[in-house]
């Protein structure tokens, strides 16, 4: 499991904000990823530019 950190203010969550990456999906070209935060209460669902442009990656978690 990968963990991803808010760059800056994003959907409603503030910058900093951890979330585990939980699904990672492809179709036709277009991928797709659905984060949860970290106490595991809220997911949010976005596509690869979304994820690039708001979010660092920490660490893989095994």
Same mark, same amino acid.
């Given at each position: 499991?990968?963990?991803? =950190?808010?760059? =800056?203010?994003?959907n +409603?969550?503030? =910058? +900093?904000?951890?979330?585990y990456?939980?699904?990672? @999906?492809e179709?036709? +070209?277009v991928?797709?990823?659905?984060l949860?935060?970290?106490d595991?209460? %809220?997911?949010?669902?976005? %596509?690869? @530019?979304?994820?690039?442009? %708001?979010?660092t990656?920490?660490?893989?978690?095994?």
């Amino acid at each position: 499991m990968k963990v991803y =950190r808010l760059k =800056r203010k994003f959907n +409603g969550y503030k =910058r +900093g904000t951890q979330f585990y990456l939980i699904v990672e @999906s492809e179709f036709i +070209g277009v991928k797709e990823f659905v984060l949860r935060t970290k106490d595991l209460t %809220n997911s949010i669902s976005i %596509n690869e @530019s979304e994820l690039l442009k %708001n979010f660092t990656f920490i660490k893989e978690i095994f």
